[in-house]
């Protein structure tokens, strides 16, 4: 590797290496990567001195070219050689090109910013910054911006740590090789240099192209404390580790402290670089943390990033500030430093504010004004400046000393003077304040000259003046002479002109002007009169037709505008578009006109517009008139076209020449027969028609003629053709002959056979109007009956004839009703069932023709419940859990139906009372309720609910059982409680309102009182306190029982609210057991509550014999009691005992089934 401006090859010593990039070099400890420049030759290894300990690894591409040289700690229990270098040997001292140790972490390149490319915020510009790393050989390049301190390899820590140091780096060491050789950590290029200001977004993008890929080696520890591992208790062991070496950070450094900005320097923590060799320190980000409050103030964040010199700006002068910094790697915070403080220095003061004006009289004015900001420094002067009436921006030195006020006198009537203020202390001199104007008195002004009119509008005049030098502002007066209010101000200000708005058009007002300065207000300028102009007209009124409209003529006619603009209409124009754009036809005063000579059936539209003094109107809304239409003219003859049939034949013509001045809406055409007879066979708006229905060999005229809206044309001339042979003609309509609403005979005649005697006839019905007609029956008879027909129901038969040309035309339709009957039988019956009624629904039947007024239920042995022509009905009086067989049958005025099939229903039995509730368990914080007499055969469910502060009662427990733990009350608290039961038939009512209330919690138990002070007849007994209760006290009874003397009984020695009492009057050498409890004294005087006795203590007091060691100990007294078991328990045993059930029934029939497959196989 070489550096810029050297000449000769730098070996790499250690694990230091220096890389020159841009002419600034970057400092790595830890295995490095260097990017070697060799574009031919064979890969033939690099001489290199390596130190003991170390490994170089020599990478080659995919061409056989040296790309990379890795320098790397030598993994443990590798065999290392002492690489000595040189040209002849250096291949036999180097390992195999394979990478015999995890690939080399990847760092990306820091590069320091250049001054003036864009310094962030709070960076001090023109320095280069370099992070904290080991410090770099005697080889490093000269223009290296070192800021580095000492590393490993010069701090006495390395090596001479202690044993608990040494166990928990090895054991870190460990974690990570057993992660290696597990294939945690995969391979991967190294990444490319980038500058420093764009490190961020690169160590943003590796770390995504890591997640993404699972290629790459981790940069940080922090990388591998967040990365997903199988033990998640290692990984926060891996965090903690990792933020206690972050912790370890330098307190900052400040220098070049001025009045509002700081410089610090900061230094990357000192860790355990043996260790956690992968932490690039170039991932290190700091924050900065600043308080002006004390050292114990609230801490704000002033800066996070990566640079290490950083230059606080918009300080304070003069003031105290504390300083933390924190080290951040990733997700990972170490903790902030102690705090650093620094004073920034003093300067100069605030500019202040701008001088108020106090008095002022013809010649003087007096000025006052507030203090500023001292910075640090007393001010010792106030400097006041003024222009001298000049306006030209040249101050002079008016006034100079501490006072806060000051008079200028000596100075000209009605003239405006400028003013500035400074302060000065000792550290110079502040900026100057905003200027301040402010005017000397004078006399009011004389008499103006009357207001001039700049321009006149519809609805404003522009009045303007002119300003002398002692006008200060104006005022304008207008005087409206039909309002009859007289004068009124319309404005008042310094401007020399004002709009008066919102006048009316072709008006005259009268004005006057008056001038004021602060004096007062002159006279009133002499009364000037001008008047607005007149507005243009409105549109007329849209034009209509008068009269008659004739097929060449019309009269139009309009009305005047609603709005003349103020001034008399002159004349109207008059415009006519008859399609190809407007065209003046009129113009003069009259309001009436007749348009000639115009296209008949043509549409024309009309408008007009005014003209008056104000100007020329807007045209009004059209007026559409269309002139009459005539008939048009006669049509050419039709032609026929293709052969004519037996009955019909097709026909076409065209359009008559002559419109008649409307369009052809549609067309007629004409037959006439040999008898002179015709009749109208095609009426519409195409151009050809089949005529159909003509007799076979006769000949027809044919002629067309032409409609429009104003009527019809004449007929064309005719046409003869000849028709020929065909079907027959369709029958007379058939009759229908009712035998039974169920059966009916059908008849007809035989049609004329238009030359072919006819061989068959085919009938068709129609059952429903939404059906189409089907076949029915297809014989040579003309006759035919019909079965299985449905009584009132409507059919509709008809007929055709065949014969050997092909079928006829169906005859008419002929429609039959089929005679009523009674009703079908009822179906879909449904029913819901109660304790004591039945409610029916059910669909109604079939009437049959004939309406259903009535239905017969049939309930068992009951008469029958005649009900009316509803679908719906309620059986009362019944017995509840009863079996009912029910039946329905519909009647209407021909008779009754068939009943239904029968249905058998079963009523409900009645819903449960209530039961009593009783309160079998009170404690301070639940209450346990009881009800019932604990069995519940008919699984009835019960509803307990409990009053809300509201006075609405919620539900709290439903279910089969007979009892409910109600938990989490309030001590001494009344509550109220309410239930009701419920089964198949419904809810039961409510019981009555039960009020329960808890009681007081006890005390809590206190731990065994403590023995000291112990001699012949006397002993100190201490024990821990607790806390009072609410409004209620606590205190103590103390208890004591003679061992020796077996003494069934404790008696009490002591009660109060003390937690220490000495005992006296003990006998010597004897075993006494002490226990205490805590006593709620009441305020209520509602009694005192005793809480649980401590475990007893068991002491003996001293002999009278030499002294010997005191045994204590304690004990824990225990009484057995029989214990209730609760329902939970209870629920666990019979769960249990189901369990062993299910079991047993399960056996057994696996027994069961086994037994019978054994047998069926054998037989």
């Given at each position: ?10 070996p ?12 600034d ?27 003991p ?42 390992p ?36 904290i ?21 010069s ?62 080696v ?61 932490i ?15 050292r114990d ?37 170490g903790?902030p430093?102690?705090?650093?403080s ?51 921006g ?11 006020q ?34 000397t ?35 304008l ?10 004068f ?10 004002h ?6 058009r ?16 002159g ?19 849209k ?10 003529s ?93 009955s ?59 409609h ?22 369709a ?16 008849s007809?005649?035989?049609p ?20 189409d007609?089907?076949?029915?029956y ?14 009132a ?10 014969n ?7 005859s008419?339709?002929v ?29 109604e ?5 004939s309406?259903?007024?009535a ?43 068939a ?25 301070p ?85 403590r ?11 201490e024990?821990?306190?607790i ?7 606590i ?35 004897t075993e ?7 006593v ?33 100990k304690?004990?824990?007294?225990k009484?057995?009691?029989p ?16 369990v062993?059930?299910?079991?047993l ?10 037994y ?8």
């Amino acid at each position: 590797m070489k550096c810029p401006g050297e000449q000769y090859q730098m070996p790499v010593p250690k694990t230091m290496c220096s890389i020159c990039v841009d002419e600034d070099c970057g400092g790595y400890y830890g295995p490095a990567t260097v990017r070697m420049v060799s574009n031919n030759g064979p890969p033939l290894p690099m001489p290199m001195q390596v130190p003991p300990g170390h490994m170089v690894q020599q990478i080659v591409d995919e061409h056989g070219i040296l790309t990379h040289v890795i320098l790397s700690p030598q993994p443990p229990g590798m065999p290392g050689s002492p690489m000595t270098g040189g040209p002849n040997n250096g291949a036999q001292y180097y390992p195999p090109y394979g990478p015999p140790y995890p690939s080399p972490p990847q760092y990306s390149t820091h590069h320091h910013p250049h001054p003036g490319a864009g310094t962030p915020p709070h960076m001090h510009p023109g320095v280069h910054h370099a992070h904290i790393h080991p410090p770099p050989p005697s080889h490093n390049c000269n223009n290296h911006a070192s800021a580095h301190s000492a590393g490993p390899s010069s701090s006495p820590a390395s090596h001479h740590l202690d044993e608990r140091t040494v166990r928990q780096r090895d054991k870190m060491k460990a974690k990570y090789d057993r992660r290696v050789q597990d294939g945690y950590y995969q391979s991967g290029p190294a990444p490319s240099r980038r500058t420093k200001s764009k490190r961020t977004s690169a160590r943003n993008e590796r770390n995504k192209e890591i997640t993404a890929s699972n290629k790459g080696v981790s940069q940080t520890m922090a990388t591998l404390s967040t990365s997903p591992t199988q033990n998640g208790d290692d990984i926060e062991e891996e965090r903690r580790e990792l933020q206690q070496q972050l912790t370890s950070m330098p307190a900052p450094k400040i220098s070049d402290v001025e009045a509002r900005s700081a410089l610090i320097q900061l230094d990357s923590p000192d860790y355990d670089q043996s260790v956690y060799d992968l932490i690039n320190p170039a991932d290190f980000c700091y924050e900065l943390l600043l308080s002006e409050k004390g050292r114990d103030g609230k801490y704000k964040p002033v800066y996070t990033g990566d640079a290490t010199e950083i230059t606080l700006k918009d300080l304070k002068p003069a003031t105290e500030y504390f300083l933390k910094a924190s080290t951040l790697l990733d997700d990972i915070r170490g903790s902030p430093t102690d705090p650093v403080s620094f004073k920034t220095l003093c300067c100069e003061p605030d500019p202040p504010q701008s001088p108020r004006l106090s008095q002022k009289t013809k010649t003087s004015i007096t000025l006052k004004w507030n203090s500023t900001a001292e910075n640090g420094a007393r001010i010792q002067t106030y400097t006041l400046e003024c222009d001298q009436g000049q306006g030209e921006g040249h101050f002079v030195e008016v006034y100079e000393g501490l006072s806060r006020q000051f008079r200028l006198s000596k100075l000209q009537a009605s003239t405006r003077y400028l003013f500035r203020l400074a302060a000065v202390n000792s550290m110079g001199k502040s900026g100057y304040s905003e200027t301040s104007s402010f005017y000397t008195s004078g006399s009011v002004p004389s008499q103006p000259d009357p207001p001039m009119l700049s321009e006149a509008f519809v609805n404003a005049l522009t009045i303007s003046w002119i300003k002398r030098p002692n006008d200060d502002d104006f005022t304008l007066h207008m005087e409206d002479e039909c309002t009859g209010h007289g004068f009124i101000t319309v404005y008042n200000g310094p401007n020399l002109s004002h709009i008066v708005k919102t006048l009316r058009r072709n008006s005259e007002y009268r004005f006057k002007l008056a001038a004021r300065n602060e004096e007062g207000q002159g006279k009133w300028s002499d009364v000037v009169c001008y008047k607005t102009l007149p507005d243009r007209p409105g549109p007329p009124v849209k034009p209509q037709s008068k009269g008659k409209v004739y097929a060449q003529s019309f009269r139009v006619t309009w009305d005047p505008p609603k709005d003349d603009g103020g001034s008399e209409v002159t004349s109207y124009t008059v415009e006519m578009d008859d399609g190809g754009g407007y065209d003046i036809v009129y113009n003069g005063p009259d309001r009436e006109y007749v348009c000639e000579r115009l296209t008949p059936g043509h549409s024309y539209r009309v408008r007009a517009k005014c003209r008056s003094a104000g100007g020329v109107s807007d045209y009004s809304e059209c007026c559409t008139v269309t002139t009459q239409a005539v008939a048009p003219g006669q049509c050419q003859p039709p032609k026929l076209q293709g052969k004519p049939k037996a009955s019909s034949l097709h026909l076409r013509w065209n359009y008559p020449e002559k419109d008649g001045g409307a369009q052809v809406t549609d067309f007629t055409a004409q037959m006439s027969f040999p008898d002179n007879t015709s009749r109208e066979v095609y009426r519409g708006r195409d151009l050809d028609c089949i005529v159909a229905g003509l007799s076979p060999g006769r000949p027809y005229l044919f002629q067309v003629r032409a409609h429009n809206k104003a009527g019809a044309g004449p007929w064309s001339d005719p046409l003869e053709v000849v028709s020929g042979a065909g079907v027959p003609d369709a029958p007379k309509a058939p009759v229908v002959t009712c035998k039974s609403p169920h059966s009916a005979i059908i008849s007809w005649e035989e049609p004329v056979n238009n030359g072919a005697t006819i061989s068959e006839y085919k009938l068709e019905w129609l059952q429903r109007a939404d059906f189409d007609y089907i076949q029915l029956y297809l014989g040579s008879s003309q006759s035919y009956e019909v079965r299985g027909l449905i009584p009132a129901s409507q059919y509709s038969f008809r007929v055709q004839a065949i014969n050997s040309a092909g079928s006829g035309p169906f005859s008419s339709p002929v429609t039959c009703v089929t005679p009523s009957s009674s009703p079908a039988p009822v179906v879909s019956i449904r029913y819901s069932a109660a304790a004591t009624t039945i409610a029916l629904t059910w669909k109604e039947p079939n009437c049959n023709g004939s309406e259903i007024i009535a239905y017969n239920i049939d309930v068992g042995e009951k008469n029958l419940t005649v009900v009316s022509s509803i679908t719906e009905h309620t059986l009362e009086g019944l017995s509840p859990e009863t079996t009912y067989k029910i039946r329905i049958q519909a009647v209407n005025d021909i008779g009754v139906g068939a009943f239904s099939a029968p249905i058998k229903v079963t009523t409900r039995a009645l819903p449960p009372n209530p039961p009593r509730l009783e309160c079998i368990s009170t404690l301070p914080n639940s209450l346990k309720l009881r009800w019932g007499d604990g069995r519940n055969q008919d699984m009835v469910k019960y509803t307990l609910e409990m009053e809300k502060e509201d006075g609405s009662f919620v539900a709290i427990h439903t279910g089969p059982a007979h009892t409910h733990k109600v938990n989490k009350l309030s001590e001494l608290t009344s509550y109220e409680f309410r239930i009701f039961a419920s089964n198949d038939a419904g809810d039961g009512p409510y019981s009555d309102t039960f009020t329960f209330t808890t009681t007081k919690a006890p005390p809590p138990a206190l731990k065994a009182p403590r023995v000291s002070e112990t001699g012949l007849s006397h002993c100190v007994l201490e024990w821990t306190g607790i806390k009072p209760i609410g409004s209620d006290c606590i205190h103590y009874l103390l208890q004591i029982q003679a061992l020796a003397a077996k003494e069934v009984e404790y008696k009490e020695v002591y009660r109060g609210p003390n937690t220490s009492y000495r005992l006296t009057n003990l006998s010597p050498r004897t075993e006494y057991q002490a226990r205490v409890c805590a006593v709620r004294q009441s305020t209520s005087r509602s009694g005192d509550i005793t809480g649980a006795f401590s475990p007893g203590t068991v002491f003996n007091t001293l002999s009278p014999a030499p002294q010997r060691t005191l045994i204590t100990k304690t004990v824990e007294t225990k009484i057995s009691e029989p214990k209730q078991l609760t329902d939970q328990q209870w629920a666990m045993i019979i769960l249990f005992g189901f369990v062993l059930f299910a079991v047993l029934v399960a056996f057994i029939a696996q027994q069961i089934i086994s037994y019978t497959s054994h047998t069926s196989s054998r037989q």
